[in-house]
């Protein structure tokens, strides 16, 4: 298995590596700099086409994950507001999903706090949908408290431990469970420096979260028995209709959404309407991922 890696910025992705070789490589940068990994793994066929593509984001293939991170991210918040957020996520692990010490592992991450549940515990099984399902899984799970759910996006890095945080100038480090439940200005003494006395925990779990995993990726519906507009943009509506020609899918793409923007159309609705025109002829995730630059930032933000 790989991860992406990414040393001193999330700009500077693109590496492929072992994952057996991250633990040399945080041990090496991580003390002047971050360091980052993909939340999801590879096997040998992304490795070949980041070859030759340059990027993971344009590989459309199969995803492992081995650990779940829930991101508890301070944002604006206080420090003494996140740290008790995090605290309650704990107590619904162990009081609410019964999970065990090994189950998952504990971080400060510099101003927040990651927790990382072993795939184990889930039993989630590889494949292109799996960000989709992890994602959909963990929001489901982690209903009540606010989490990030941009950790789950099939692109998505997250800061090793054992590595700076450049903007704090702490360390991401690993928390005992006792220590986790004092209070911030202990939790920050101990971010001053790596701990490596910690070492590298191995998660394990038993599948006793199966139950929770969202298993189906639901299918765009399509509305019916509706009047169709006919007096607005009469282009639009005929480019739509017409559906993807082959040629100039990617400039109808464009103008659609942007007609759609101008119009007030949600962006969930958006994507749901440019997948449907689709209608599989495209591969949906490059249609999700396409530049529509003016109109929302990426249609990958309209379904991620």
Request: charge should be negative; proline fraction near 4%.
């Amino acid at each position: 298995m790989f991860v992406e890696m990414a040393i001193g910025s999330p700009s500077k992705r693109g590496a492929l590596v072992p994952i057996e070789d991250m633990w040399d490589i945080v041990y090496e940068q991580g003390k002047e700099q971050a360091v980052y990994r993909s939340v999801y793994m590879y096997d040998e066929d992304a490795v070949k086409s980041v070859k030759v593509s340059g990027s993971v984001k344009n590989f459309l293939g199969t995803r492992y994950i081995d650990a779940v991170p829930i991101d508890i991210d301070r944002a604006q918040n206080s420090d003494e507001y996140t740290l008790q957020q995090t605290q309650l996520i704990m107590d619904y692990l162990h009081k609410e999903l019964h999970l065990k010490q090994g189950n998952y592992a504990i971080y400060f991450s510099g101003t927040g706090y990651h927790i990382d549940i072993s795939a184990e515990c889930f039993g989630f099984e590889p494949s292109e949908n799996l960000p989709y399902i992890v994602k959909a899984t963990m929001l489901n799970l982690i209903a009540d408290i606010k989490t990030d759910p941009a950790v789950y996006t099939r692109t998505s890095l997250i800061r090793v431990a054992h590595s700076l945080n450049i903007k704090s100038e702490l360390y991401k480090i690993p928390l005992t469970l006792e220590e986790l439940y004092t209070n911030h200005t202990n939790i920050v003494s101990l971010a001053q420096d790596r701990r490596l006395d910690f070492g590298v925990e191995e998660l394990w779990g038993e599948q006793q979260l199966d139950k929770h995993i969202v298993k189906e990726v639901p299918k765009v519906r399509s509305m019916q028995k509706v009047n169709e507009p006919a007096n607005v943009v009469n282009c639009v509506q005929t480019m739509y209709n017409r559906g993807p020609q082959q040629g100039s899918r990617n400039h109808a793409l464009l103008r659609m959404a942007s007609h759609f923007r101008r119009n007030g159309i949600p962006s969930d609705a958006t994507k749901a309407s440019l997948l449907h025109w689709n209608n599989n002829q495209l591969n949906p995730q490059i249609v999700i991922d396409k530049d529509l630059a003016g109109c929302y930032s990426s249609v990958a933000n309209l379904l991620l």
